[in-house]
T-cell receptor
C-alpha cells in the first residue's frame, strides 16, 4: 500500500538549534514530493517541490532534499516564527499526505 | 486578495441535516479539489475537478456531492450529516490536473456534527 510516513511526530527546538524532519515514502511512479507548512487554523502553504533524487531546494532557513525513498527538511537556526506543522506529500496520480511533524521553536 | 476562499469557516450542525460549503478561487486555475483533514491531521483527497469535470472521486460516501458551476467555483454538499463527518474540509486549486504542480489551499471549514 502506498504510504507516506513523517518523523518525528513532534519536535521541540530552542531558537537557533538546527534539526531535520524526515519524510519516507513507498510510492511507485513518484511524480513529485511536496513540502507544505500549516499554521493552526489555516490551510497548508506550499514550500517546495522536489522531482528527482539528489535534488535540493532552499528557502530562507529551510532546505529540502530528496533521495529515492525519503526526503529531509533541514531547518537551520530556527526562529519561533518557524513553529508550525510541516506536511510532506507525494504525488503519482493523486497527492498522498503524511500526518505531519509539529515543530515548536522556543526562544 | 484571498486566492482560495471557503465559506463558512465554522459550521456546527445536528446529525441528519444537509449542509453546503462553498469555495472560490481567483487564481485562474483549471483544477480544484476537496480534501478532508481528520482529527489525526491526515489530509485526504475527496474529489478533484478539472474544467468543471470530475476527475478524481475517492471512496467517499455518496452523501457527499461536489458541484462545479464554473472552473472558479467548487462547492461541497453533504446530505444526512453523521457524527463521523466532523472534520476540517479544505478546498484547493492548482494550474492543471497533473499532480506534480503545487496546490493552493483555502483556510478550511471546520465542520462539527452534534
Amino acid at each position: 500500500e502506498d504510504q507516506v510516513t513523517q518523523s518525528p511526530e513532534a519536535l521541540r527546538l530552542q531558537e537557533g538549534e538546527s534539526s531535520s524532519l524526515n519524510c519516507s515514502y513507498t510510492v511507485s511512479g513518484l511524480r513529485g514530493l511536496f513540502w507544505y507548512r500549516q499554521d493552526p487554523g489555516k490551510g497548508p502553504e506550499f514550500l517546495f517541490t522536489l522531482y528527482s533524487a539528489g535534488e535540493e531546494k532552499e528557502k530562507e532557513r529551510l532546505k529540502a532534499t530528496l533521495t529515492k525513498k525519503e526526503s529531509f527538511l533541514h531547518i537551520t537556526a530556527p526562529k519561533p516564527e518557524d513553529s508550525a506543522t510541516y506536511l510532506c506529500a507525494v504525488s503519482y496520480n493523486k497527492l498522498i499526505f503524511g500526518a505531519g511533524t509539529r515543530l515548536a521553536v522556543h526562544p | 486578495d484571498t486566492a482560495v476562499s471557503q465559506t463558512p469557516k465554522y459550521l456546527v450542525t445536528q446529525m441528519g441535516n444537509d449542509k453546503s460549503i462553498k469555495c472560490e478561487q481567483n487564481l485562474g486555475h483549471d483544477t480544484m479539489y476537496w480534501y478532508k483533514q481528520d482529527s489525526k491531521k491526515f489530509l485526504k483527497i475527496m474529489f478533484s475537478y478539472n474544467n468543471k469535470e470530475l476527475i478524481i472521486n475517492e471512496t467517499v460516501p455518496n452523501r457527499f456531492s461536489p458541484k462545479s458551476p464554473d472552473k472558479a467555483h467548487l462547492n461541497l454538499h453533504i446530505n444526512s450529516l453523521e457524527l463521523g463527518d466532523s472534520a476540517v474540509y479544505f478546498c484547493a486549486s492548482s494550474q492543471g490536473p497533473e499532480t506534480d504542480t503545487e496546490a493552493f489551499f483555502g483556510q478550511g471549514t471546520r465542520l462539527t456534527v452534534v
